[in-house]
């Protein structure tokens, strides 16, 4: 399962031109996400269309949805709800509803919101046609047009999310996104290649390569083509300095891939790779497909290959059966490890999985302390290897300011902010840390920026 991304909104965008028809983007969940709604947002500018700063300025408004999560699903059902006062007030303001929520409940979401014009699934942009029939007279191929990223926090448009594969093989008990996104497709592997080099010619500097399971990549591709052969030609593109990929599933993780990670250089030394439980009977339940040493040896493995990786996990706490004994192995795990970081969530059952028809037996109380333990353990481990950067120079591709401080990630995926004269924005500098934080790195300016 691809991380989630907090709720993400419009980017800071130019005033449109006066009489131009706007749209807003209101995107929630995992990165795959964000990426559809960009691509989404990009073909709505070759149809003429510009970003609006507010929805009240819109034309069209897209919601993006996501119900990996009950939060998620509410916050997304509380947006909804909340846009048809825009309606009653504009009738022909148009709104769209897409993402996994609307996978196979179509109907069911056109009683509950009315209001909502269009309802449209994951990557099915042609449908947006039906809302903008502008998409229809444009000279241009939008299967074509880039998935760009572009948000808030990436102001200079440096870094892009690049769908690879889409859906998921795995039948995981507690997870709902193979119900609603389908089963495994490979995009051509040219397809792939031709995008990302138009996104560097266009300044893209890192992209990261998508994937509800990104290592299952090629398989149902003609020849014997995988990630690593994509992680290959990627990394021949000039102007793309760093290559991430994510999220990643350990029955997957094979030798080539990780000897592939350590031979090319624009490939970042980092791995996202979920291990949800650190005990075999929960990941038996879960149908995670791998035991508990297994995880180990591809952890192990990784380390042994690619000096100075980090690493960050997903982890399920308060699965149904899940004893006090089985939690503590997750955090013999954890503390064996000792992850950068941790994506840790409270378990909760999803309608239509499997382990949804059995019982919640973990008491909610119980849950929050186990969640609690995971989360004072990771304060403190992070807080310990980022005391390990105190006085490094680490390669940092800044990507806007925050609090008034430049702000960037290390090729390991840290966080680092800096204090320094000139616009550094879009730019790979050495930064030198001189102060650990639990969560990030402060640091000043070691030298002037690589071109």
């Known amino acids: 399962m691809i991380p989630l991304s907090p709720e993400r909104k419009p980017a800071l965008v130019p005033e449109p031109d006066i009489g131009a028809k706007r749209y807003f983007l209101w995107t929630i969940g995992c990165q795959m996400n964000e990426a559809e709604s960009a691509k989404a947002g990009a073909m709505l500018r070759q149809a003429g269309y510009q970003p609006a700063h507010r929805e009240d300025e819109a034309d069209i408004i897209i919601v993006n949805s996501c119900v990996v999560r009950q939060q998620a699903e509410d916050k997304v059902a509380g947006k909804v709800g909340?846009?048809?006062?825009?309606?009653?007030?504009?009738?022909?303001?148009?709104?769209?509803?897409?993402?996994?929520?609307?996978t196979k409940q179509e109907e069911a979401l056109q009683k509950r919101f009315p209001h909502v014009d269009l309802f449209y699934g994951p990557s099915e942009f042609e449908k947006l046609t039906q809302l903008t029939p502008e998409l229809g007279e444009i000279d241009v191929d939008l299967a074509e047009l880039p998935h760009y990223y572009e948000d808030t926090e990436n102001e200079t448009g440096i870094s892009a999310f690049v769908p690879i594969i889409y859906g998921c093989n795995f039948v995981c008990s507690y997870c709902i996104v193979p119900y609603r996104r389908g089963r495994e497709i490979s995009r051509p592997f040219n397809e792939i290649v031709n995008e990302v080099t138009e996104m560097a010619s266009r300044g893209v500097?890192?992209?990261?390569?998508?994937?509800?399971?990104?290592?299952?990549?090629?398989?149902?591709?003609p020849g014997d083509v995988e990630l690593s052969d994509l992680l290959l030609a990627v990394n021949d593109i000039d102007g793309i300095e760093r290559i991430r990929f994510l999220t990643s599933h350990p029955k997957y993780f094979t030798d080539r891939l990780i000897d592939t990670m350590a031979a090319c250089d624009k490939v970042c030394e980092h791995v996202n790779l979920p291990v949800q439980a650190g005990d075999n009977d929960v990941l038996r339940r879960m149908r995670r497909t791998y035991t508990v040493e297994h995880y180990r040896d591809r952890?192990?493995?990784?380390?042994?290959?690619?000096?100075?990786?980090?690493?960050?996990?997903?982890?399920?706490?308060?699965f149904p059966g899940e004893t006090a004994e089985q939690f503590e192995g997750t955090m013999e795990l954890l503390r064996d490890i000792r992850f950068e970081k941790v994506h840790q969530a409270m378990y909760s059952p999803r309608p239509g999985t499997l382990s949804a028809r059995w019982e919640d037996e973990v008491p909610a109380d119980e849950k929050k302390r186990r969640h609690q333990e995971i989360e004072k353990l990771q304060t403190e481990v992070s807080a310990e290897l980022n005391q390990r950067h105190d006085g490094e120079v680490l390669e940092v591709l800044v990507d806007g300011k925050q609090r008034g401080r430049w702000r960037g990630r290390s090729r390991g995926n840290t966080l680092v902010f800096f204090d320094a004269p000139g616009d550094w924005l879009g730019q790979t500098v050495n930064v030198r840390v001189t102060e650990p934080m639990t969560w990030y790195l402060l640091g000043e300016i070691h030298e002037p920026a690589r071109i």
């Open 205 to 221: 500097k890192e992209v990261t390569l998508l994937g509800q399971t990104v290592n299952a990549y090629g398989h149902d591709l």
């Open 82 to 102: 909340s846009l048809a006062r825009l309606k009653r007030a504009n009738p022909d303001i148009k709104i769209a509803l897409t993402g996994c929520m609307v």
């Open 299 to 318: 952890i192990q493995r990784i380390r042994d290959t690619i000096p100075g990786v980090t690493l960050s996990t997903d982890i399920i706490v308060g």
